[in-house]
């Protein structure tokens, strides 16, 4: 794939065109409204100047996988008009600086860091948006829920008043068999639609996080309500994706 790196604002303003036209036709072969599909871009390893331009192109809320490169970018552009969400897996002493500077947190995987995030949030005084994230390539991974435990952890998570359930995120496999991409993203719709089942109130609004530049169209026309989408709107990342998957190899 092939995503020319943004450079001023207009050059932000035709990427961020072009992909909320795609948006539109994908949510469109569904049988979808545009407006049920949010597009968070994600700007990590972009540096400040340029996330500056895109802010500008009217990127109000963007999406870092790395708490610390949020905080760094977050303590930069304190006097732009701009919130954050993290999206990538948390160590639990570092849920301080999400309660921080964000506004969401697209990677919650397990109680425990539930537990150390709704501590922070109770002191702070204050709630967050949080996504459940969800194994659903089979692939080995220390971190994130099995399938077979998100009803469980649905259930525990309404013990913490702080943090309001979203829905579901995940990662598909890296491939470029769509057949196998898609059924991850059905997966996790299925596992959200289940959960609704057992209890309407469950999953929250019942959102689904998923799709990324490479497949961001499958996973709308699979239901997803947020995009999490970079190189297409930022330009081609030349860091391996490695180091920000600590699951994936390179
Ligand atoms: C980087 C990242 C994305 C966006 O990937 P692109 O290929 O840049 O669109 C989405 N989700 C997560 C968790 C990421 O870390």
């Given amino acids: 794939m092939d995503y020319p790196t943004a450079l001023s ?12 036209a795609r948006i539109d036709e994908a949510a469109g072969r569904a049988g979808r409204g ?6 968070l871009p994600v700007s990590k390893t972009v ?11 009217g990127c109000h809320r963007l999406g870092e996988n790395k708490v610390q490169e949020a905080v760094r970018k977050h303590d930069a552009l304190l006097e732009t008009d701009v919130s954050w969400s993290i999206i990538g897996h948390l160590q639990r002493n570092k849920a301080r600086d999400v309660v921080a ?7 919650l995987d397990s109680l425990r860091l539930a537990e150390a995030l709704d501590r922070r949030l109770q002191a702070a005084g204050r709630g967050l948006d949080v996504y459940v994230q969800v194994n659903t390539s089979g692939e080995e991974s220390k971190y994130v829920l099995h399938p077979d435990d998100v009803l469980d952890t649905l259930a525990r ?5 702080s943090l309001r359930v979203q829905g579901l995120m995940t990662l598909a496999v890296f491939t470029p068999d769509t057949t196998r991409v898609r059924s991850c993203f059905r997966l996790l719709r299925d596992l959200r639609d289940r ?12 959102g689904l996080s998923m799709g990324m530049s490479g497949d961001y169209e499958a996973a709308i026309e699979e239901g997803a309500t947020v995009v999490r989408v970079g190189q297409a709107i930022f330009g081609e990342r030349s860091t391996p994706d490695s180091h920000y998957w600590p699951t994936h190899e390179a």
Wanted: glycine fraction near 6%; proline fraction near 6%; charge should be negative.
């Fill in 9 to 20: 604002v207009e050059d932000f303003t035709r990427n961020l065109a072009r992909v909320r």
């Fill in 34 to 39: 545009a407006d049920e599909v949010r597009l």
């Fill in 47 to 57: 540096p400040e100047d340029r996330v500056r331009l895109a802010i500008e192109a």
């Fill in 101 to 107: 500077i964000a506004q969401e947190f697209h990677a």
């Fill in 157 to 161: 998570l309404a013990a913490f008043d």
């Fill in 195 to 206: 959960a609704r089942d057992v209890d309407p109130g469950l999953v929250g609004p019942g």
